[in-house]
């Protein structure tokens, strides 16, 4: 099992940014996948973003072109940029990993091993 830690969750602004940062320990695989899912409370639990230890990423369409995953796979730590943050970005934001690196689908299905999560408020 690999232990997700995430950080960098916080109160922003309408237009702001934040900095969310996923720590990880345990991959027994050098392949594996990583992404981001947020959840809102009386919602599904949707994906952001994700990436793969070959570089290759996936957004949503709702976050595409503000948001931005990026990885550093000697530390196992994934980061995700957010920028231009709406309202509707508050959430709880979940760090997942799965060694399946080839599906990117960000469906929360095709991850096993998930953090804590960390809070994510944008005012207007």
């Known amino acids: 099992q690999v232990r997700l830690v995430e950080s960098g969750g916080g109160s922003v602004q309408s237009g702001g940014s934040l900095r969310l940062s996923c720590a990880a320990s345990?991959?027994?695989?050098?392949?594996?996948?990583m992404g981001w899912f947020r959840q809102s409370p009386g919602k599904e639990r949707e994906g952001v973003a994700e990436?793969?230890?070959?570089?290759?990423?996936n957004y949503a369409a709702s976050v595409r072109g503000r948001f931005t995953i990026s990885e550093d796979n000697a530390d196992e730590m994934v980061y995700l940029q957010m920028d231009s943050l709406k309202p509707e970005d508050t959430a709880m934001y979940y760090c997942?990993?799965?060694?399946?690196?080839?599906?990117?689908?960000?469906?929360?299905?095709?991850?096993?091993?998930w953090g804590q999560g960390t809070q994510v408020t944008v005012s207007s």
């Open positions: 997942a990993t799965d060694n399946r690196w080839w599906v990117l689908s960000l469906r929360p299905a095709g991850y096993t091993d």
């Open positions: 345990g991959h027994t695989s050098r392949k594996y996948k």
């Open positions: 990436i793969n230890t070959a570089g290759t990423s």
